[in-house]
């Protein structure tokens, strides 16, 4: 029942957010998979704006993500119209089991598409954050790839792949999907596309 008031509401919510974006020339090139369920990672993330991208994606597509949102904020009437739209509340208290918690959340509901911004910040960051990897390696379900294109008004979407738990190979396949289609609406805050352990790893090997 909260599953269809969600997706009513939110279609009455978020279309608009759509048809702002065709009226601005933007489309969408790929679909998502028909599949229950899957990790999608979008990039770059350097504008507040971006926010107005995956509302209009949302829109388009008829989905209701999983998003993970600060416990502290799932309180009360703010954090019940979080969770109608497919927010849920992690303990960012403890890091290390962040990922055990989206892991679990995931598992336990029969369909899901669970959505985040690897980047975690609009400035420039030398490294994602890997929890994404974590939770779709541990999941143990495919990982998708989003790439904002403010230059060409495009979002490009990957086909959904697994992940094969060598993060050096999985990286390598994630760059080479983003090069030449991720342009940032402010592309200077926009870094390398890689992991922090893998920077340690090159500084270790020097």
Known sequence: MIEHIARFLGKLVMRPFWWGLRLAGWRVEGQLPDIDK??????????????FIFLGLVAYFGVRPLLAAKSEIMRGPIGWFIRLFGGFGVDRHA??????????????RKRVIFVLSPEGTRKRTEYWRSGFYHVALGAKIPLMMGAINW???????????????????????????YEGRSVGKFPENFGPIRLREHIQTSTEEK
């Open 95 to 108: 890091p290390h089991n962040v990922v055990q918690q989206l892991i679990g959340e995931i598992q336990r």
């Open 38 to 51: 899957y990790v999608v990672i979008g990039a770059p993330h350097t504008s507040n704006w971006d926010y």
């Open 151 to 177: 230059q060409e008004k495009v979002v490009y979407l990957s086909e959904p792949f697994m992940l094969t738990g060598d993060s050096e190979v999985d990286m390598a396949h994630i760059r080479a999907f």
